[in-house]
């Protein structure tokens, strides 16, 4: 769909509207809490004091942003190319049987550097096998991605349900988790980048698989913006027709992406299990799937805006922890409302300010008024 | 008779689990075949089932209730009208966003008003639906195997449960046979035409999604008024997704909707009264194996293995009048 406003300068497009959508999320957030009988300053207080206020408070933030930069990055990737991937959550879910298995193989032979990069392949070779399915879907016989992937996030769970209980389960364990791996398995803590800045990362699992969510971002940003195959990308987004006339083979440029989206997802699954746990639990994702939908809207599908994104749902999960423990009546799930009104106001309504912001910045140059009034804007 | 008589126990909890799905289905079926998809039938079913349980506790009447629930359930419905139709924007999002925000508020408010972890406090009587009984059912019950599906089977559900099922000869007639159905589902496949003979595209689609906010208010009152005594959280736990799969497993006819219902409906009622019983021949079923059914199922229609699923052709694109 062509976009039938005026254009904006960078800083507005990319900084103002955000800033604005998240405003006014934060606003009816606000007003939840007011309805609630608290404070919303005091609970913006406990958030900000919560996610920021110590060593600790911080590593637990960068750890859960670490958690948001890959789901985010997986749903950006599929953006991209126009295609709407919901099943991050389950390929997550289901990248976290390459995480166990490599680990549950080589935890009590191979130092953690070794097992860490095989758990990095088998990671994203199964996020990427269970988003294969519905890309080939889509891609051979035109089943709506979106259907496909949610229809497959209930099956990832029940299959992990199911391997859980029957494979993974250790003999007369009752909860359904992996055995505790062993050294090899669990990934160092960067408490030494925590002390460059004269903090101390105490009991938070800020883990190297951090390092690694900012190496694939940057990785993302030259795949789509400077590679071959990030221009077909981006070309089928923008334009489905352009792309078939510009000799681009549709199914294949689907498929890989879906594939690459489903690995991104897989990886995060690294971060849970082998950085902070150090087992395989039911239910690890804990939606940070979902969250990545928001991330990805929040940080315009660019792994600039991504990351400071994540760094804000980060926030947002490690302070709404603190607000809870403060303040009983608001439970976590007050964040699970911010991440609907972002994903709300920064994607299904991202166009209801900007007739306005367009009027108020343009206004400010005359120049530019002048161009947006003849295009009709 | 063993056989008979777990057939007809079978057949009861399938119509009990199918009530929900038939309702939030036919709910979508309406926004849907007039080109707004809606993925957010979980959410509204969800606030609606809060709205219900809540008030009917407050007001302790079962017809606040239900009202309530159809009144939240719209305003969610037009939240997802507003975002979709009028700023066009992306339909997915926008009912993602909804189920969020639901899941969300449903505790947080639960939590602040009856301090019960995010439940609403258990109905009396008074607040919640009874079970209708035909005419007769007592009496009728001793006649041999009909005797028995009608008391049994027919008789003795809650008045929703019989309300989802007229409405699925009621939309068809709705959708097929008034002059609005046939507009309704008109602007879901040529909206431009429609506009052209003068009909506005935008009030239609509001007037769409609104019956789809009312059937799933019902769907949602139904969940904490008549199969449960309040709402709990997260109480619909996946359902509003099975409709939507059962909507797209039924290729969007209201028909198919019931029997796609009561297949997922079945699926579920078997999978809980089997978990863990060994059948001859098969062995034991994994529950897991059963709970995956529906969407396995769902995914193998759409990929066009059984006969294909095609969705109403301007689904998902926003109208715009004129460049």
Redesign the interface.
């Known amino acids: 769909?062509s976009v039938?406003y005026a254009k904006l300068p960078a800083w507005a497009e990319y900084g103002l509207i955000p800033l604005v959508n998240l405003v006014v999320a934060f606003l009816i957030s606000g007003l939840?809490v007011l309805?609630?009988?608290e404070s919303p300053l005091e609970a913006a207080y406990h958030m900000i004091n919560g996610a920021f206020g110590r060593g600790e408070y911080i590593g637990f933030t960068l750890y859960y942003t670490t958690t948001f930069i890959f789901t985010g990055l997986s749903v950006a990737v599929a953006f991209h190319c126009g295609l709407?991937n919901?099943g991050t959550e389950g390929q997550a879910y289901i990248g976290g049987i390459g995480v166990a298995l490599a680990c549950l193989a080589f935890d009590r032979t191979l130092p953690w550097y070794l097992v860490f990069p095989i758990a990095i392949v088998g990671a994203s070779f199964f996020g990427a096998l269970w988003a294969l399915?519905p890309g080939w879907?889509q891609a051979k016989?035109?089943?709506?991605i979106?259907?496909?992937t949610?229809?497959?996030n209930?099956?990832a769970a029940?299959?992990m349900?199911?391997l859980l209980?029957?494979v993974f389960k250790p003999l007369g364990s009752m909860s359904l988790e992996t055995r505790t791996f062993d050294a090899g398995g669990q990934l160092p803590k960067l408490d030494w980048l925590m002390s460059i800045f004269g903090l101390s990362v105490g009991s938070a699992p800020f883990n190297i698989s951090f390092l690694l969510a900012l190496l694939v971002s940057f990785g993302v940003w030259v795949l789509i913006w400077r590679t071959k195959l990030g221009y077909e990308m981006r070309t089928m987004g923008h334009s489905p027709a352009a792309a078939r006339y510009a000799g681009i083979k549709e199914a294949k440029i689907i498929i890989i992406t879906m594939m690459l989206s489903g690995a991104l997802a897989g990886m995060m699954a690294l971060n849970p299990i082998m950085g902070e746990q150090f087992r395989m639990q039911l239910d690890f994702v804990q939606g940070a799937g979902?969250v990545g939908?928001a991330v990805a809207?929040m940080g315009r599908s660019h792994p600039a805006g991504i990351i400071p994104a994540a760094l804000l749902f980060g926030m947002l999960y490690q302070g709404g922890a603190e607000i809870s423990f403060e303040m009983p009546?608001?439970?976590r799930?007050?964040?699970?409302?911010?991440?609907?009104?972002v994903?709300?106001f920064a994607?299904?309504?991202?166009?209801?300010f900007r007739p306005a912001i367009t009027r108020i910045v343009l206004g400010l140059s005359p120049k530019t008024s002048d161009v947006a009034a003849t295009k009709g804007a | 008779m063993e056989l008979f008589q777990v057939f007809i126990e079978l057949a009861q909890s399938t119509v009990r689990v199918s009530t929900p799905l038939i309702l939030a289905a036919l709910a979508g079926l309406f926004t849907e075949r007039a080109g707004v998809f809606d993925?957010g039938l979980e959410g509204k079913m969800l606030g609606a089932a809060f709205a219900a349980g809540a008030v009917a506790y407050i007001t302790q009447s079962v017809m606040m209730g239900l009202l309530a629930a159809i009144l939240i359930s719209v305003l969610l419905s037009l939240?997802h009208g507003?975002?979709?139709i009028t700023?066009?924007?992306?339909?997915?999002?926008?009912g993602?966003?909804?189920?969020?925000?639901?899941?969300?508020?449903t505790?947080?408010?639960g939590?602040?008003w009856f301090k019960q972890g995010?439940r609403t406090p258990a109905l009396s009587a008074d607040g919640r639906f009874g079970t209708i009984k035909l005419p007769f059912a007592d009496s009728l019950r001793d006649v041999p195997i009909l005797g028995q599906v009608y008391s049994d089977l027919l008789s003795g559900h809650s008045p929703l449960t019989y309300l989802a099922f007229l409405m699925v000869p009621a939309s068809w007639w709705i959708l097929y046979r008034t002059r609005f159905g046939l507009r309704l589902r008109a602007v879901g496949e040529n909206p431009g035409a429609v506009d052209t003979a003068g009909i506005s595209v935008i009030w239609l689609r509001y007037r769409a999604v609104i019956c789809c906010g009312i059937l799933c208010g019902v769907a949602g009152a139904y969940l904490s008024l008549a199969a449960n005594a309040g709402f709990t959280k997260g109480m619909t736990a996946?359902k509003g997704?099975i409709a939507?799969?059962a909507l797209?497993f039924a290729k969007w006819r209201p028909k198919n909707i019931l029997f796609a219902c009561l297949l997922f409906g079945f699926l579920d009622a078997f999978a809980i009264r089997y978990q863990g019983y060994a059948f001859p021949l098969i062995g034991k079923v994994?529950v897991?194996?059963m709970?995956?059914l529906p969407?396995?199922l769902?995914?193998i229609l759409?990929?066009?293995f059984i006969g294909k699923a095609i969705?109403p052709k301007a689904g998902g694109v926003?109208y715009?009048k004129e460049?």
């Open positions: 769909m039938p939840v309805i609630v009988g709407f919901i399915i879907l016989r035109g089943s709506h979106v259907i496909t949610i229809m497959f209930f099956i029940s299959l349900n199911y209980n029957k979902f939908i809207l009546s608001i439970s799930d007050m964040i699970v409302i911010i991440q609907g009104l994903i709300l994607g299904a309504l991202e166009h209801m | 993925i939240v507003y975002a979709s700023q066009r924007g992306n339909q997915i999002v926008s993602v966003a909804i189920n969020f925000v639901v899941a969300g508020a505790v947080i408010l939590q602040a995010g996946g997704y939507l799969a797209i994994p897991q194996l709970q995956a969407y396995i769902t995914v759409l990929a066009g969705p926003p715009v460049r």
